[in-house]
Protein backbone atom coordinates (compact mmCIF):
# COMPACT_ATOMS: atom_id res chain seq x y z
CA UNK A 1 0.00 0.00 0.00
CA UNK A 2 2.30 2.36 1.15
CA UNK A 3 5.01 1.66 -1.77
CA UNK A 4 2.66 2.92 -4.77
CA UNK A 5 2.15 6.44 -2.79
CA UNK A 6 4.99 6.54 -2.68
CA UNK A 7 5.86 5.83 -6.25
CA UNK A 8 2.92 8.63 -7.11
CA UNK A 9 4.32 11.53 -5.01
CA UNK A 10 7.81 10.65 -5.94
CA UNK A 11 7.46 11.06 -9.97
CA UNK A 12 3.94 12.53 -9.99
CA UNK A 13 4.20 14.73 -7.13
CA UNK A 14 0.80 13.62 -6.26
CA UNK A 15 0.05 12.73 -2.58
CA UNK A 16 -3.05 10.82 -2.61
CA UNK A 17 -4.90 8.76 -6.32
CA UNK A 18 -7.95 10.07 -7.54
CA UNK A 19 -11.31 8.05 -7.20
CA UNK A 20 -11.04 4.25 -8.07
CA UNK A 21 -7.14 4.77 -9.46
CA UNK A 22 -6.22 3.10 -6.24
CA UNK A 23 -8.62 0.21 -6.54
CA UNK A 24 -7.61 -0.47 -10.23
CA UNK A 25 -4.08 -0.77 -9.14
CA UNK A 26 -4.10 -2.57 -5.86
CA UNK A 27 -6.16 -5.09 -8.46
CA UNK A 28 -3.33 -5.25 -11.08
CA UNK A 29 -0.49 -5.94 -8.33
CA UNK A 30 -2.85 -8.85 -7.11
CA UNK A 31 -2.64 -10.53 -10.48
CA UNK A 32 -5.76 -9.71 -11.99
CA UNK A 33 -7.26 -8.63 -15.33
CA UNK A 34 -8.45 -5.25 -14.65
CA UNK A 35 -10.48 -3.70 -16.95
CA UNK A 36 -10.67 0.46 -15.99
CA UNK A 37 -13.22 2.72 -18.00
CA UNK A 38 -12.47 5.97 -17.01
CA UNK A 39 -13.87 8.60 -18.86
CA UNK A 40 -11.49 11.48 -20.37
CA UNK A 41 -9.61 13.35 -17.53
CA UNK A 42 -9.86 10.33 -14.76
CA UNK A 43 -6.16 10.00 -15.19
CA UNK A 44 -5.67 6.42 -16.59
CA UNK A 45 -2.13 6.62 -17.58
CA UNK A 46 -1.33 6.51 -13.85
CA UNK A 47 -3.64 3.05 -13.58
CA UNK A 48 -0.69 1.59 -15.63
CA UNK A 49 1.87 3.69 -14.90
CA UNK A 50 2.40 3.01 -11.41
CA UNK A 51 2.10 -0.77 -10.96
CA UNK A 52 4.47 -0.61 -13.73
CA UNK A 53 6.72 0.73 -11.58
CA UNK A 54 5.97 -1.44 -8.41
CA UNK A 55 6.85 -4.41 -10.10
CA UNK A 56 9.73 -6.25 -11.49
CA UNK A 57 10.16 -6.36 -15.31
CA UNK A 58 8.37 -4.55 -17.91
CA UNK A 59 4.99 -3.45 -18.81
CA UNK A 60 4.15 -3.92 -22.75
CA UNK A 61 1.29 -0.72 -23.38
CA UNK A 62 -0.27 -0.89 -26.65
CA UNK A 63 -1.58 2.19 -27.89
CA UNK A 64 -3.18 2.95 -30.99
CA UNK A 65 -2.09 6.41 -31.32
CA UNK A 66 1.97 7.36 -32.71
CA UNK A 67 1.58 11.09 -31.74
CA UNK A 68 0.02 9.91 -27.98
CA UNK A 69 2.76 7.37 -27.68
CA UNK A 70 5.67 9.96 -28.34
CA UNK A 71 4.43 12.23 -25.88
CA UNK A 72 3.76 9.56 -23.24
CA UNK A 73 7.31 8.37 -23.31
CA UNK A 74 8.43 12.00 -23.40
CA UNK A 75 6.49 12.88 -20.21
CA UNK A 76 7.84 9.49 -18.18
CA UNK A 77 11.62 10.60 -19.11
CA UNK A 78 10.93 14.03 -18.05
CA UNK A 79 10.09 12.28 -14.61
CA UNK A 80 13.06 9.76 -14.74
CA UNK A 81 11.12 6.75 -15.52
CA UNK A 82 12.60 4.51 -18.41
CA UNK A 83 10.12 4.34 -21.25
CA UNK A 84 11.00 3.07 -24.77
CA UNK A 85 8.59 2.97 -27.85
CA UNK A 86 8.33 0.94 -30.95
CA UNK A 87 6.26 1.93 -33.70
CA UNK A 88 5.39 2.44 -37.50
CA UNK A 89 8.41 4.50 -39.53
CA UNK A 90 11.35 3.79 -37.30
CA UNK A 91 13.96 2.04 -38.74
CA UNK A 92 15.17 -1.80 -38.59
CA UNK A 93 18.48 -0.40 -36.19
CA UNK A 94 16.01 1.65 -34.33
CA UNK A 95 13.77 -0.81 -33.60
CA UNK A 96 16.28 -3.66 -32.83
CA UNK A 97 18.16 -0.91 -30.12
CA UNK A 98 14.87 -0.01 -28.82
CA UNK A 99 13.75 -4.03 -28.38
CA UNK A 100 17.20 -5.00 -26.97
CA UNK A 101 16.67 -2.14 -24.25
CA UNK A 102 13.52 -3.61 -23.61
CA UNK A 103 15.15 -7.29 -23.01
CA UNK A 104 18.26 -5.92 -21.68
CA UNK A 105 17.76 -2.25 -20.70
CA UNK A 106 15.39 -1.81 -17.00
CA UNK A 107 13.36 -0.28 -18.77
CA UNK A 108 9.84 -0.42 -17.29
CA UNK A 109 7.43 1.00 -19.97
CA UNK A 110 7.65 -0.53 -23.65
CA UNK A 111 5.10 1.28 -25.43
CA UNK A 112 4.16 -0.85 -28.92
CA UNK A 113 1.49 0.50 -31.62
CA UNK A 114 -0.33 -2.50 -32.62
CA UNK A 115 0.98 -3.15 -35.88
CA UNK A 116 4.44 -4.19 -34.67
CA UNK A 117 2.85 -7.13 -32.46
CA UNK A 118 2.55 -8.89 -35.87
CA UNK A 119 6.39 -8.71 -36.57
CA UNK A 120 8.71 -11.72 -35.96
CA UNK A 121 11.53 -9.77 -34.28
CA UNK A 122 8.95 -8.23 -31.94
CA UNK A 123 7.19 -11.47 -31.22
CA UNK A 124 11.05 -13.05 -30.78
CA UNK A 125 12.38 -10.18 -28.08
CA UNK A 126 9.42 -10.47 -26.09
CA UNK A 127 9.40 -14.19 -25.49
CA UNK A 128 12.82 -13.14 -23.70
CA UNK A 129 11.12 -10.09 -21.84
CA UNK A 130 10.29 -9.94 -17.71
CA UNK A 131 6.98 -8.62 -18.60
CA UNK A 132 4.94 -7.26 -15.69
CA UNK A 133 2.16 -6.36 -17.54
CA UNK A 134 0.21 -6.24 -20.85
CA UNK A 135 -1.47 -2.96 -21.30
CA UNK A 136 -4.12 -2.25 -24.13
CA UNK A 137 -4.94 1.73 -24.27
CA UNK A 138 -7.83 2.36 -25.69
CA UNK A 139 -9.44 -1.05 -25.12
CA UNK A 140 -12.24 -0.08 -27.33
CA UNK A 141 -10.48 -1.24 -30.67
CA UNK A 142 -10.05 -4.74 -30.00
CA UNK A 143 -13.98 -4.82 -30.26
CA UNK A 144 -15.97 -5.46 -33.74
CA UNK A 145 -18.70 -3.41 -32.01
CA UNK A 146 -16.87 -0.45 -30.58
CA UNK A 147 -16.74 2.71 -32.72
CA UNK A 148 -13.03 2.29 -33.30
CA UNK A 149 -12.13 -1.05 -33.93
CA UNK A 150 -8.48 -1.81 -35.33
CA UNK A 151 -8.22 -5.40 -36.25
CA UNK A 152 -4.33 -5.02 -35.43
CA UNK A 153 -5.45 -4.78 -31.77
CA UNK A 154 -6.90 -9.07 -32.35
CA UNK A 155 -2.98 -9.29 -32.05
CA UNK A 156 -2.93 -8.51 -28.37
CA UNK A 157 -4.32 -12.67 -27.70
CA UNK A 158 -1.74 -13.62 -30.11
CA UNK A 159 1.05 -12.08 -28.00
CA UNK A 160 -0.40 -13.17 -24.48
CA UNK A 161 0.43 -16.33 -25.35
CA UNK A 162 4.01 -16.03 -26.22
CA UNK A 163 4.84 -13.60 -22.88
CA UNK A 164 3.53 -15.96 -20.71
CA UNK A 165 0.37 -15.18 -17.78
CA UNK A 166 0.98 -11.02 -17.36
CA UNK A 167 -1.89 -9.66 -16.19
CA UNK A 168 -3.82 -7.44 -18.28
CA UNK A 169 -4.63 -3.85 -17.41
CA UNK A 170 -6.69 -2.32 -20.25
CA UNK A 171 -8.19 0.93 -20.18
CA UNK A 172 -10.85 3.32 -21.95
CA UNK A 173 -12.82 6.45 -21.80
CA UNK A 174 -15.81 4.72 -23.88
CA UNK A 175 -17.48 1.23 -23.73
CA UNK A 176 -21.07 0.39 -23.51
CA UNK A 177 -22.11 -2.56 -21.32
CA UNK A 178 -21.85 -5.04 -24.74
CA UNK A 179 -18.62 -3.77 -25.73
CA UNK A 180 -17.09 -3.73 -22.06
CA UNK A 181 -18.19 -7.83 -22.36
CA UNK A 182 -16.39 -7.81 -25.84
CA UNK A 183 -13.17 -6.11 -24.27
CA UNK A 184 -12.58 -8.94 -21.74
CA UNK A 185 -13.62 -11.40 -23.82
CA UNK A 186 -11.17 -10.99 -26.83
CA UNK A 187 -8.00 -10.21 -24.32
CA UNK A 188 -9.05 -13.63 -22.05
CA UNK A 189 -9.86 -12.16 -19.23
CA UNK A 190 -9.90 -14.99 -16.39
CA UNK A 191 -12.37 -13.31 -14.83
CA UNK A 192 -14.74 -10.69 -14.94
CA UNK A 193 -12.86 -7.35 -13.34
CA UNK A 194 -14.30 -3.75 -14.51
CA UNK A 195 -14.23 -0.14 -12.61
CA UNK A 196 -15.97 2.05 -13.59
CA UNK A 197 -15.12 5.57 -12.54
CA UNK A 198 -16.34 8.86 -13.12
CA UNK A 199 -19.39 9.70 -15.40
CA UNK A 200 -20.41 12.20 -13.14
CA UNK A 201 -19.27 14.85 -13.59
CA UNK A 202 -20.95 17.90 -11.79
CA UNK A 203 -18.85 20.77 -12.57
CA UNK A 204 -19.63 20.30 -16.50
CA UNK A 205 -22.66 21.37 -17.99
CA UNK A 206 -23.60 19.81 -21.26
CA UNK A 207 -25.64 22.04 -23.67
CA UNK A 208 -27.22 21.49 -26.93
CA UNK A 209 -27.87 24.73 -29.04
CA UNK A 210 -29.63 24.30 -32.27
CA UNK A 211 -28.11 27.27 -34.41
CA UNK A 212 -28.52 27.92 -37.73
CA UNK A 213 -25.94 30.77 -37.16
CA UNK A 214 -23.08 28.73 -35.39
CA UNK A 215 -20.27 31.12 -35.98
CA UNK A 216 -22.33 34.17 -33.91
CA UNK A 217 -23.17 31.47 -31.23
CA UNK A 218 -19.75 31.14 -30.77
CA UNK A 219 -18.78 34.16 -30.45
CA UNK A 220 -21.26 34.68 -27.84
CA UNK A 221 -20.08 31.62 -25.93
CA UNK A 222 -16.21 32.82 -25.67
CA UNK A 223 -17.41 36.16 -24.31
CA UNK A 224 -20.16 34.94 -21.78
CA UNK A 225 -17.51 31.75 -20.64
CA UNK A 226 -14.26 33.33 -21.00
CA UNK A 227 -11.43 31.14 -20.00
CA UNK A 228 -9.54 28.69 -22.55
CA UNK A 229 -11.33 26.31 -24.87
CA UNK A 230 -11.19 23.99 -28.05
CA UNK A 231 -13.61 24.30 -30.59
CA UNK A 232 -14.21 20.79 -32.53
CA UNK A 233 -14.65 20.24 -36.29
CA UNK A 234 -14.66 18.03 -38.83
CA UNK A 235 -12.77 19.81 -41.96
CA UNK A 236 -9.56 20.99 -41.86
CA UNK A 237 -10.77 23.73 -43.85
CA UNK A 238 -12.84 24.72 -41.40
CA UNK A 239 -10.23 24.80 -38.75
CA UNK A 240 -9.01 28.14 -40.68
CA UNK A 241 -12.17 29.12 -41.16
CA UNK A 242 -13.54 29.93 -37.56
CA UNK A 243 -9.72 30.48 -36.34
CA UNK A 244 -9.63 33.55 -39.10
CA UNK A 245 -13.19 34.75 -37.55
CA UNK A 246 -12.08 34.17 -34.31
CA UNK A 247 -8.54 36.55 -34.66
CA UNK A 248 -10.60 39.00 -36.49
CA UNK A 249 -13.06 39.32 -33.55
CA UNK A 250 -9.76 39.94 -31.16
CA UNK A 251 -9.56 36.61 -29.40
CA UNK A 252 -6.50 34.63 -29.84
CA UNK A 253 -6.66 31.71 -31.68
CA UNK A 254 -5.12 29.24 -33.89
CA UNK A 255 -6.24 26.31 -35.51
CA UNK A 256 -5.01 22.26 -35.07
CA UNK A 257 -5.16 19.60 -37.87
CA UNK A 258 -3.15 16.12 -38.45
CA UNK A 259 -2.08 17.94 -41.80
CA UNK A 260 0.10 20.39 -40.43
CA UNK A 261 3.79 19.59 -39.48
CA UNK A 262 5.08 17.66 -36.28
CA UNK A 263 6.56 20.99 -35.03
CA UNK A 264 3.73 23.37 -35.86
CA UNK A 265 1.52 20.88 -33.87
CA UNK A 266 3.80 20.63 -31.05
CA UNK A 267 3.70 24.62 -30.91
CA UNK A 268 0.15 25.31 -31.39
CA UNK A 269 -0.49 23.00 -28.51
CA UNK A 270 2.26 24.70 -26.15
CA UNK A 271 1.21 28.05 -26.91
CA UNK A 272 -2.55 27.16 -25.88
CA UNK A 273 -1.79 24.60 -22.86
CA UNK A 274 0.33 28.30 -21.36
CA UNK A 275 -2.02 30.45 -22.31
CA UNK A 276 -1.01 32.06 -25.09
CA UNK A 277 -3.49 30.95 -27.18
CA UNK A 278 -6.79 31.27 -25.75
CA UNK A 279 -9.20 28.90 -27.88
CA UNK A 280 -7.76 26.09 -30.64
CA UNK A 281 -10.06 25.21 -33.30
CA UNK A 282 -8.91 21.53 -34.64
CA UNK A 283 -10.33 18.27 -35.97
CA UNK A 284 -10.10 15.52 -33.75
CA UNK A 285 -6.72 15.02 -34.10
CA UNK A 286 -6.73 17.25 -31.22
CA UNK A 287 -7.04 16.57 -27.19
CA UNK A 288 -5.62 12.88 -27.20
CA UNK A 289 -3.58 12.82 -23.87
CA UNK A 290 -3.51 16.71 -23.17
CA UNK A 291 -3.23 17.68 -19.07
CA UNK A 292 -4.75 21.30 -19.39
CA UNK A 293 -7.19 21.24 -16.49
CA UNK A 294 -8.37 25.03 -16.89
CA UNK A 295 -10.48 24.46 -19.97
CA UNK A 296 -13.98 26.24 -19.45
CA UNK A 297 -15.55 25.23 -22.84
CA UNK A 298 -15.64 22.71 -25.30
CA UNK A 299 -17.37 23.25 -28.70
CA UNK A 300 -18.75 21.06 -31.36
CA UNK A 301 -19.36 22.67 -34.60
CA UNK A 302 -20.19 19.84 -36.15
CA UNK A 303 -22.16 17.04 -34.68
CA UNK A 304 -20.06 14.04 -34.18
CA UNK A 305 -21.10 10.22 -35.41
CA UNK A 306 -21.18 8.80 -31.93
CA UNK A 307 -21.84 9.20 -28.22
CA UNK A 308 -18.57 7.48 -27.65
CA UNK A 309 -16.75 10.12 -29.56
CA UNK A 310 -18.81 13.56 -28.07
CA UNK A 311 -18.48 11.80 -24.53
CA UNK A 312 -14.41 11.79 -24.75
CA UNK A 313 -13.60 15.02 -26.57
CA UNK A 314 -16.80 16.72 -23.84
CA UNK A 315 -14.98 15.24 -21.07
CA UNK A 316 -11.57 17.86 -21.87
CA UNK A 317 -13.53 20.65 -19.89
CA UNK A 318 -13.49 21.22 -16.74
CA UNK A 319 -10.76 18.97 -15.38
CA UNK A 320 -10.12 21.27 -12.25
CA UNK A 321 -13.29 20.83 -11.21
CA UNK A 322 -14.67 24.15 -11.88
CA UNK A 323 -17.83 25.07 -13.40
CA UNK A 324 -17.09 24.04 -17.30
CA UNK A 325 -19.26 24.10 -20.58
CA UNK A 326 -19.68 21.33 -23.35
CA UNK A 327 -21.38 23.01 -26.14
CA UNK A 328 -22.79 20.97 -29.02
CA UNK A 329 -24.14 23.38 -32.22
CA UNK A 330 -26.99 21.59 -33.80
CA UNK A 331 -28.51 23.22 -36.38
CA UNK A 332 -32.00 20.97 -38.26
CA UNK A 333 -30.03 20.60 -41.32
CA UNK A 334 -27.34 18.75 -39.52
CA UNK A 335 -29.64 16.01 -37.84
CA UNK A 336 -31.18 15.53 -41.58
CA UNK A 337 -27.52 14.76 -42.38
CA UNK A 338 -26.13 12.55 -39.88
CA UNK A 339 -27.90 9.72 -41.89
CA UNK A 340 -26.21 10.62 -44.88
CA UNK A 341 -23.11 9.59 -43.07
CA UNK A 342 -24.25 6.22 -43.70
CA UNK A 343 -23.93 5.49 -47.27
CA UNK A 344 -20.22 7.22 -47.15
CA UNK A 345 -19.00 5.27 -44.17
CA UNK A 346 -20.64 1.85 -45.63
CA UNK A 347 -19.89 1.96 -49.47
CA UNK A 348 -21.24 -1.11 -51.87
CA UNK A 349 -18.87 -4.23 -51.50
CA UNK A 350 -18.10 -3.56 -55.34
CA UNK A 351 -16.87 -0.18 -54.91
CA UNK A 352 -14.59 -1.24 -52.06
CA UNK A 353 -13.02 -4.27 -53.77
CA UNK A 354 -12.37 -1.35 -56.43
CA UNK A 355 -10.57 0.58 -54.24
CA UNK A 356 -8.65 -2.17 -53.31
CA UNK A 357 -7.35 -2.83 -56.30
CA UNK A 358 -6.83 0.73 -57.33
CA UNK A 359 -4.48 1.33 -54.35
CA UNK A 360 -2.12 -1.20 -55.61
CA UNK A 361 -2.04 0.16 -59.24
CA UNK A 362 -1.69 3.66 -57.50
CA UNK A 363 1.46 2.27 -55.66
CA UNK A 364 2.62 -0.03 -58.93
CA UNK A 365 2.58 -2.95 -57.43
CA UNK A 366 1.81 -6.02 -59.60
CA UNK A 367 -0.49 -9.01 -58.59
CA UNK A 368 1.03 -11.45 -55.96
CA UNK A 369 3.25 -8.88 -54.67
CA UNK A 370 3.68 -6.04 -51.91
CA UNK A 371 3.30 -8.42 -49.00
CA UNK A 372 5.16 -7.33 -45.91
CA UNK A 373 6.25 -4.03 -47.72
CA UNK A 374 5.10 -0.43 -46.65
CA UNK A 375 4.80 2.46 -48.47
CA UNK A 376 3.76 6.01 -47.99
CA UNK A 377 0.11 6.79 -48.68
CA UNK A 378 -1.84 9.78 -48.51
CA UNK A 379 -5.52 9.12 -48.68
CA UNK A 380 -6.45 12.25 -50.04
CA UNK A 381 -3.89 12.14 -52.74
CA UNK A 382 -5.12 8.78 -53.98
CA UNK A 383 -8.71 9.72 -53.92
CA UNK A 384 -8.00 12.87 -55.93
CA UNK A 385 -5.78 11.10 -58.38
CA UNK A 386 -8.71 8.68 -59.23
CA UNK A 387 -11.68 11.72 -58.92
CA UNK A 388 -13.68 9.68 -55.71
CA UNK A 389 -15.59 11.36 -53.20
CA UNK A 390 -12.49 11.73 -50.26
CA UNK A 391 -14.81 10.59 -47.23
CA UNK A 392 -15.99 7.19 -48.78
CA UNK A 393 -12.94 6.43 -50.16
CA UNK A 394 -11.29 6.53 -47.08
CA UNK A 395 -13.94 4.55 -45.15
CA UNK A 396 -13.43 1.68 -48.57
CA UNK A 397 -9.99 1.73 -46.96
CA UNK A 398 -10.75 1.47 -43.39
CA UNK A 399 -13.03 -1.82 -44.33
CA UNK A 400 -10.39 -3.64 -46.26
CA UNK A 401 -8.42 -3.06 -42.94
CA UNK A 402 -10.38 -4.09 -40.96
CA UNK A 403 -10.38 -7.23 -43.09
CA UNK A 404 -6.73 -7.57 -42.49
CA UNK A 405 -5.46 -6.90 -45.88
CA UNK A 406 -3.36 -3.70 -44.96
CA UNK A 407 -2.96 -1.22 -42.26
CA UNK A 408 -3.19 2.49 -42.39
CA UNK A 409 -0.94 4.43 -39.99
CA UNK A 410 -1.01 7.67 -38.47
CA UNK A 411 0.92 10.46 -40.86
CA UNK A 412 4.20 10.12 -40.04
CA UNK A 413 7.62 12.43 -40.21
CA UNK A 414 9.87 10.43 -42.12
CA UNK A 415 13.39 12.10 -42.20
CA UNK A 416 15.71 12.00 -45.20
CA UNK A 417 17.42 9.01 -46.01
CA UNK A 418 20.44 8.49 -48.55
CA UNK A 419 21.98 5.13 -49.98
CA UNK A 420 24.60 4.55 -52.25
CA UNK A 421 24.57 3.10 -55.40
CA UNK A 422 27.99 2.44 -56.56
CA UNK A 423 30.98 0.33 -55.56
CA UNK A 424 32.83 1.51 -52.85
CA UNK A 425 35.68 1.06 -55.97
CA UNK A 426 33.41 3.53 -58.10
CA UNK A 427 33.03 5.58 -55.64
CA UNK A 428 36.56 6.08 -55.14
CA UNK A 429 37.13 6.89 -58.81
CA UNK A 430 34.68 10.01 -58.57
CA UNK A 431 36.20 11.32 -55.06
CA UNK A 432 39.73 11.39 -57.30
CA UNK A 433 38.10 13.75 -60.15
CA UNK A 434 36.28 15.55 -57.86
CA UNK A 435 37.60 17.51 -55.08
CA UNK A 436 34.59 19.46 -53.74
CA UNK A 437 32.16 15.98 -53.56
CA UNK A 438 35.46 14.14 -52.31
CA UNK A 439 35.09 16.24 -48.92
CA UNK A 440 31.25 16.01 -48.68
CA UNK A 441 31.17 12.47 -48.85
CA UNK A 442 34.20 11.97 -46.76
CA UNK A 443 32.11 14.11 -44.17
CA UNK A 444 28.90 11.80 -45.13
CA UNK A 445 30.80 8.25 -44.69
CA UNK A 446 32.33 9.33 -41.44
CA UNK A 447 28.80 10.77 -39.73
CA UNK A 448 27.29 7.34 -40.93
CA UNK A 449 27.18 3.32 -41.73
CA UNK A 450 25.69 1.10 -43.46
CA UNK A 451 25.27 3.53 -46.41
CA UNK A 452 26.09 0.96 -48.94
CA UNK A 453 23.56 -1.66 -48.10
CA UNK A 454 20.62 0.33 -47.17
CA UNK A 455 18.91 3.62 -47.05
CA UNK A 456 20.08 5.26 -43.86
CA UNK A 457 18.66 8.31 -42.42
CA UNK A 458 19.95 11.41 -41.99
CA UNK A 459 19.84 15.11 -40.35
CA UNK A 460 20.78 17.91 -43.17
CA UNK A 461 21.08 20.52 -40.68
CA UNK A 462 23.46 17.98 -38.58
CA UNK A 463 26.03 17.28 -42.06
CA UNK A 464 25.54 21.07 -42.50
CA UNK A 465 26.95 21.97 -38.81
CA UNK A 466 29.61 19.09 -39.30
CA UNK A 467 30.59 19.98 -42.88
CA UNK A 468 31.23 23.78 -41.46
CA UNK A 469 28.51 24.53 -44.61
CA UNK A 470 24.69 26.05 -44.93
CA UNK A 471 21.72 22.72 -44.93
CA UNK A 472 21.14 24.55 -47.90
CA UNK A 473 24.22 23.50 -49.01
CA UNK A 474 23.93 20.12 -48.10
CA UNK A 475 20.76 19.31 -50.04
CA UNK A 476 21.95 20.96 -53.05
CA UNK A 477 25.04 18.11 -53.24
CA UNK A 478 22.46 15.73 -51.84
CA UNK A 479 20.65 16.66 -55.09
CA UNK A 480 23.36 16.99 -57.24
CA UNK A 481 24.88 13.25 -56.28
CA UNK A 482 21.98 11.52 -56.99
CA UNK A 483 21.28 13.30 -60.39
CA UNK A 484 24.53 11.85 -60.94
CA UNK A 485 23.19 8.25 -59.78
CA UNK A 486 26.06 8.10 -57.01
CA UNK A 487 23.31 7.58 -54.49
CA UNK A 488 20.01 7.39 -53.46
CA UNK A 489 18.49 10.70 -52.32
CA UNK A 490 15.17 10.47 -50.46
CA UNK A 491 14.16 14.07 -48.67
CA UNK A 492 11.98 13.79 -45.77
CA UNK A 493 8.48 13.91 -45.57
CA UNK A 494 5.37 13.79 -43.50
CA UNK A 495 2.90 11.24 -44.77
CA UNK A 496 0.91 8.50 -43.81
CA UNK A 497 2.00 4.94 -44.18
CA UNK A 498 0.33 1.83 -45.66
CA UNK A 499 1.89 -1.68 -44.36
CA UNK A 500 0.39 -4.19 -47.06
CA UNK A 501 0.00 -7.57 -44.96
CA UNK A 502 -0.90 -10.02 -47.71
CA UNK A 503 0.21 -9.94 -50.95
CA UNK A 504 -1.94 -8.16 -54.05
CA UNK A 505 -5.03 -10.75 -54.89
CA UNK A 506 -6.84 -10.34 -58.19
CA UNK A 507 -10.24 -9.64 -58.39
CA UNK A 508 -11.85 -12.80 -58.01
CA UNK A 509 -10.16 -13.39 -54.82
CA UNK A 510 -10.38 -10.20 -52.75
CA UNK A 511 -13.38 -11.32 -49.96
CA UNK A 512 -14.74 -9.37 -47.63
CA UNK A 513 -17.00 -11.07 -44.64
CA UNK A 514 -20.58 -9.96 -45.66
CA UNK A 515 -22.56 -10.71 -42.54
CA UNK A 516 -19.90 -9.08 -40.33
CA UNK A 517 -20.06 -6.12 -42.38
CA UNK A 518 -23.34 -5.88 -42.54
CA UNK A 519 -23.60 -6.35 -38.30
CA UNK A 520 -20.74 -2.93 -38.28
CA UNK A 521 -23.04 -1.18 -40.51
CA UNK A 522 -26.31 -1.82 -38.38
CA UNK A 523 -24.31 -1.04 -35.02
CA UNK A 524 -22.86 2.22 -36.94
CA UNK A 525 -26.30 3.33 -37.75
CA UNK A 526 -27.32 2.45 -34.25
CA UNK A 527 -25.05 5.03 -32.95
CA UNK A 528 -26.22 7.43 -35.47
CA UNK A 529 -29.15 7.06 -34.29
CA UNK A 530 -28.16 7.47 -30.70
CA UNK A 531 -26.44 10.70 -31.18
CA UNK A 532 -29.40 12.10 -33.25
CA UNK A 533 -31.91 11.13 -30.32
CA UNK A 534 -29.57 13.17 -27.80
CA UNK A 535 -29.09 16.16 -29.65
CA UNK A 536 -33.49 16.46 -30.33
CA UNK A 537 -33.67 15.79 -26.67
CA UNK A 538 -35.28 18.34 -24.31
CA UNK A 539 -37.05 16.18 -21.39
CA UNK A 540 -34.07 14.05 -19.96
CA UNK A 541 -31.04 15.25 -18.25
CA UNK A 542 -28.30 15.37 -20.60
CA UNK A 543 -25.67 13.63 -17.63
CA UNK A 544 -28.35 10.86 -17.18
CA UNK A 545 -28.98 10.51 -20.91
CA UNK A 546 -25.19 10.22 -21.37
CA UNK A 547 -24.39 7.40 -18.45
CA UNK A 548 -27.22 6.09 -19.56
CA UNK A 549 -25.86 5.49 -23.21
CA UNK A 550 -23.07 3.43 -21.37
CA UNK A 551 -24.95 1.64 -18.78
CA UNK A 552 -24.33 3.69 -15.78
CA UNK A 553 -26.46 5.78 -13.44
CA UNK A 554 -25.85 9.28 -12.34
CA UNK A 555 -28.18 11.52 -10.64
CA UNK A 556 -29.68 14.52 -12.65
CA UNK A 557 -27.21 17.62 -13.17
CA UNK A 558 -28.88 20.45 -12.76
CA UNK A 559 -27.08 22.40 -14.80
CA UNK A 560 -27.59 21.44 -18.49
CA UNK A 561 -30.21 23.11 -20.86
CA UNK A 562 -32.52 20.21 -20.12
CA UNK A 563 -32.08 20.63 -16.40
CA UNK A 564 -32.27 24.54 -16.31
CA UNK A 565 -35.08 24.08 -18.78
CA UNK A 566 -37.48 22.45 -16.46
CA UNK A 567 -36.56 25.05 -13.59
CA UNK A 568 -37.59 27.66 -16.34
CA UNK A 569 -40.82 26.51 -16.96
CA UNK A 570 -41.51 25.87 -13.05
CA UNK A 571 -40.63 29.53 -12.49
CA UNK A 572 -40.89 31.56 -15.73
CA UNK A 573 -42.03 34.15 -13.76
CA UNK A 574 -39.30 35.21 -11.88
CA UNK A 575 -37.06 34.77 -15.01
CA UNK A 576 -38.67 37.19 -16.94
CA UNK A 577 -38.97 39.18 -13.81
CA UNK A 578 -34.86 39.04 -13.84
CA UNK A 579 -35.18 40.65 -17.72
CA UNK A 580 -36.84 43.44 -16.72
CA UNK A 581 -34.60 43.83 -14.07
CA UNK A 582 -31.62 44.04 -16.27
CA UNK A 583 -33.48 46.47 -18.69
CA UNK A 584 -34.03 48.46 -16.05
CA UNK A 585 -30.70 48.67 -14.72
CA UNK A 586 -29.06 49.57 -18.44
CA UNK A 587 -31.31 52.74 -18.25
CA UNK A 588 -34.55 50.95 -19.87
CA UNK A 589 -32.92 50.14 -23.06
CA UNK A 590 -30.86 47.13 -24.07
CA UNK A 591 -30.17 44.84 -26.57
CA UNK A 592 -31.13 41.17 -26.97
CA UNK A 593 -27.66 40.09 -27.62
CA UNK A 594 -26.82 41.57 -24.03
CA UNK A 595 -29.64 39.59 -22.39
CA UNK A 596 -28.42 36.53 -24.07
CA UNK A 597 -24.87 36.82 -22.95
CA UNK A 598 -25.93 37.37 -19.83
CA UNK A 599 -28.59 34.81 -19.16
CA UNK A 600 -28.37 31.90 -22.23
CA UNK A 601 -25.97 29.60 -20.01
CA UNK A 602 -28.41 30.19 -17.06
CA UNK A 603 -31.77 29.78 -19.36
CA UNK A 604 -32.17 28.35 -22.01
CA UNK A 605 -34.12 30.06 -25.03
CA UNK A 606 -33.87 33.32 -23.14
CA UNK A 607 -34.39 35.21 -26.38
CA UNK A 608 -37.57 33.41 -27.25
CA UNK A 609 -38.40 34.69 -23.44
CA UNK A 610 -37.80 38.30 -23.98
CA UNK A 611 -39.54 38.06 -27.55
CA UNK A 612 -42.37 36.74 -25.66
CA UNK A 613 -42.66 39.81 -23.05
CA UNK A 614 -42.57 41.71 -26.02
CA UNK A 615 -45.78 40.15 -27.30
CA UNK A 616 -47.37 40.75 -23.56
CA UNK A 617 -46.22 44.32 -23.74
CA UNK A 618 -43.59 44.59 -21.33
CA UNK A 619 -41.04 45.57 -23.48
CA UNK A 620 -41.27 47.15 -27.03
CA UNK A 621 -39.06 46.21 -29.61
CA UNK A 622 -36.85 48.94 -31.71
CA UNK A 623 -35.27 48.22 -34.44
CA UNK A 624 -35.78 44.64 -34.11
CA UNK A 625 -32.99 43.95 -31.51
CA UNK A 626 -33.32 46.75 -28.71
CA UNK A 627 -35.72 45.72 -25.41
CA UNK A 628 -37.11 48.78 -24.65
CA UNK A 629 -39.11 48.87 -21.40
CA UNK A 630 -42.58 50.03 -21.30
CA UNK A 631 -45.44 49.44 -23.78
CA UNK A 632 -45.69 50.88 -27.35
CA UNK A 633 -47.26 54.64 -27.34
CA UNK A 634 -50.32 54.83 -28.34
CA UNK A 635 -51.04 57.39 -31.05
CA UNK A 636 -52.22 60.97 -30.04
Known sequence: MGKIHEILEKYWGYKSFRPMQEEIINSALEGNDVLALMPTGGGKSICFQVPALAKDGIAIVVSPLIALMKDQVSNLKERGVKALAVYSGMSAEEIDAALDNAVYGNYKLLYVSPERLKSDLFRARAAKMNVSFLVVDEAHCISQWGYDFRPDYLEIAEIKKIIGPAPVIAVTA????AVAQDIMSRLGFRKENVFVSGFERSNLSYVVRHAENKAAQILRIIK????????YVRSRKRTQEIASLLKASGIPADFYHAGLSAQIRAARQNMWKSGEIRVIVATNAFGMGIDKADVRFVVHYDIPESIEAYFQEAGRAGRDGKRSYAVLLGAKSDIAGLKRFLPSAFPEIDYISDIYQKVFKFLKIPYESGKGETYEFNPAVFAKSYGLQQAKAFYALKHIENEGYWTLTDEIDNPSKIVFTVSRDELYKIQLNDI???SFIKTVLRLYTGLFSYPVKIDEEYIAMMHRCSADYVKSMLIALSRRHIIRYIPKSKSPMIIFNNERLVESNFYMNRKRY????????DRLDAMASYVMEDNECRAVALAGYFGQSVPECGCCDVCLSKGVKRDLPRTKEMIKESVAQAGGRLDISAIQLEFE???PDIVEIAREMVREGIFRLEDETVL?????????
Open 224 to 231: SVGGSGII
Open 436 to 438: QAD
Open 174 to 177: TATK
Open 628 to 636: VLGKIKSSP
Open 601 to 603: NKV
Open 518 to 525: DALKKAYS
